[in-house]
């Protein structure tokens, strides 16, 4: 498929996908015309990226985990035992950044009446 068919199909914009394309996160094939070529795969490697970026990770954290990815499975402790500790700390900072927010909102709920 081409970059317009992926866009559509996982809501990244073209210029995304050539952005993750330049930082390795995708490996498109390239026809003799220049057009990049996409697969399924791609497909899902896009919506993880996606997920992945939104959570607050760097996009070159990101490059480290999707060659460990298989079969939409995440396979660290085979492959990629070396990203455990730092996503451990990842999952901490993301989980404290719930908390407050969710604390956030208990104080917004308080101010405009509505029960906790």
């Known amino acids: 498929m081409r970059i317009g068919e992926l866009s559509r199909r996982t809501g990244a914009s073209p210029r995304a996908l050539r952005y993750y394309e330049e930082q390795g996160l995708l490996s498109p094939t390239r026809l003799p015309s220049g057009y990049r070529?996409?697969?399924e795969?791609?497909?899902?490697?896009?919506?993880?990226?996606?997920?992945?970026?939104?959570?607050?990770?760097g996009t070159s954290?990101?490059?480290?985990?999707?060659?460990?990815?298989?079969?939409?499975?995440?396979v660290l402790a085979g492959k990629c035992p070396e990203l455990l500790e730092g996503l451990g700390r990842e999952r901490g900072r993301i989980t404290a950044a719930i908390d407050d927010l969710t604390a956030a909102?208990?104080?917004?709920?308080s101010l405009v009446g509505r029960p906790l």
């Open 105 to 109: 909102r208990d104080i917004l709920d």
């Open 37 to 39: 070529e996409y697969g």
């Open 61 to 74: 954290v990101i490059a480290e985990i999707v060659p460990c990815v298989e079969d939409d499975t995440v």
């Open 41 to 57: 795969r791609d497909v899902m490697t896009v919506r993880r990226v996606r997920v992945l970026l939104s959570a607050g990770l």
